[in-house]
């Protein structure tokens, strides 16, 4: 997976696309990896009484002035950089699948499209379909600043959420060649489901049996791959034991597996989208 040689840039033109900007020309300048920014030019139904609802159009003066707006955007925001433009018909999702499918690429970057307390409960619809559909890693972020911590560019600190699954030791690696890569400081985490709490039986000692379990896998696991990284666990909830964490080690990006690279299932799969919309700082799902 690393390093990252063509990175997948979808643009709408949005606020929150354009501020996941200097994220872009960062990575692409760091792996000297090539760029394409994609747009989707959605199609409009043809009008109401024409019988035809699933019959769609799109004007050719309509899809020029896309070409040329996306030409426009990327010699404003990538100067100096040589960047490839594709624009394709249809709904973005299934648009930034089709491309990654014929063109390749590494890396998708994109933005959550979320704000404030919003941004909690809501997961953009393409965000979403694009994490389920595209094989290769995502990095999704809205590069803002969330409660109080503004994430670094470069990279300074990385934090890696590992479940007991498969692919626990390929995102280990990949967080790590990350993190090596950028001279930055990488931190484990690991969030462990302890019993619900009974006033008929006593479960602390079963609770600190699993937490104490937990910490013993992650020293073997680290111990194997010879990575030197303070690591911690949590019977949190796996979105705000995530969040916390990133906020306590003053997180730039996170790591999580998606399962897609090993073709096993990942626990924190389940957990992404929740991940995705607490985190205060951008998320590699890999």
Known sequence: MLPFRKIVFPVDFSNPCHAIIPYVRDSVAHFDAQLMLVHANVPLPVLPGDFAVANLIVPEDDRATQVEHLRRFAADSFPGMQVDTVVETGEPGRVIHDIVRRHGGDLVMMPTHGHGPLRRL?????????LHDVSPAVWTGVGSVFEGHSPAIPYKSVLCALDQSAEAVAVLRASSALA???????????????PPPTGEIDVSAYSKEIVEAANAWLRELKGSEGIDASHSVSDRSVGGGIREEALRRKADLIVVGRGHAQGAVSRLWSHLYTVIRESPCPVLSI
């Not at 090596?180 to 302890?194: D, I, K």
């Open 122 to 130: 809501l997961l953009g619809s393409v965000t979403a379909k694009v």
């Open 180 to 194: 090596r890569s950028y001279g930055a400081q990488l931190f484990l985490f690991h969030a462990v489901q302890t």
